[in-house]
């Protein structure tokens, strides 16, 4: 049975993945900032579950999260960081408290968790990795530059890492969701209460797109938690794995708008080199 470690399990898709790898018969520990969240999750799998305290902004609770993972069920054979949330801003908007508070959850959150679990993976020689970004990693749009911003940054990281732990027999894969039916544009949402009357078109606009989505997004997060478990699961499992028909079409669009972009510059870019010796 894979032992799990997963942040962000009070709603969402970290609830339903824990729900998922639990009731397919694997071990998890289910984190969240309040455990009394997941007790009821828990409670239904008996020692195949523990529930612990976890911010993924506090060294100390990583530390000693991590510590009870293993203690219990021996080992982490899988960490996924998902905990972490979205900031509506056009970035003139932005402040600057918030905005690091963004970073310090969605980024170096997650690299603390990465730094307290990969230890013990590399003891072992095996071990996989899972990253929750976005479909907001690949793309961005107004009002969520500094979301952006945070999901960019994991994916570069994610792909650096990916290539130094190969090596050591552990896995890495990038999950990259368009909008699912979670808390992320409705109670979970941050927002700048700073508007520039100047952005009111294009990032005040999207502001309120964003949030009137919240209860009607097409993804399933069943689906999504199912979809990840078999990429872990999986011989050969993708560095990036896209959730959702909207993910794959702008996705493949944005592809599309970099290589016309790169086309249309090319006698530039190849102009830059050094010529001759």
Not at 13 to 27: F, I, Q
Not at 147 to 174: C, D, R
Not at 177 to 197: C, H, K, L
């Amino acid at each position: 049975m894979s032992v799990w470690f997963i942040t962000g399990c009070s709603t969402g898709l970290g609830r339903a993945l824990a729900t998922a790898v639990l009731e397919s018969g694997g071990r998890a520990a289910v984190t969240a900032r309040d455990p009394r969240q997941v007790a009821d999750l828990v409670a239904e799998h008996g020692d195949r579950a523990v529930a612990l305290p976890l911010d993924v902004t506090d060294k100390a609770q990583i530390a000693a999260a991590v510590e009870r993972a293993e203690s219990a069920f021996g080992r982490i054979d899988v960490l996924v960081n998902n905990a972490g949330y979205g900031y509506l801003a056009a970035v003139e908007e932005g402040r600057d408290d918030e905005v690091r508070a963004l970073f310090d959850a969605n980024v170096f959150g997650l690299v603390d968790v990465t730094k307290a679990v990969l230890p013990g993976m590399r003891a072992r020689g095996s071990g996989h990795v899972v990253n929750v970004s976005s479909l907001g990693g690949l793309a961005a749009f107004g009002a969520t530059g500094y979301y952006h911003a945070t999901k960019f940054a994991v994916e570069g990281l994610s792909e650096s890492l990916a290539a130094e732990v190969a090596p050591l027999g552990i896995k890495v894969t990038i999950v990259e969701p368009a909008a699912f039916r979670t808390n992320w544009s409705g109670p979970s949402m941050r927002q700048s209460p700073v508007r520039i009357d100047d952005y009111a078109e294009s990032a005040g606009t999207r502001r309120a797109s964003t949030l009137a989505t919240y209860g009607h997004q097409p993804g399933d997060p069943v689906r999504a938690a199912a979809a990840i478990i078999t990429a872990v699961g999986a011989a050969e499992p993708p560095l990036r794995l896209l959730l959702g028909r909207a993910a794959y079409e702008i996705a493949s669009a944005r592809l599309d708008t970099l290589r016309t972009g790169f086309e249309a510059w090319r006698h530039v870019t190849l102009s830059t080199d050094y010529q001759g010796n």
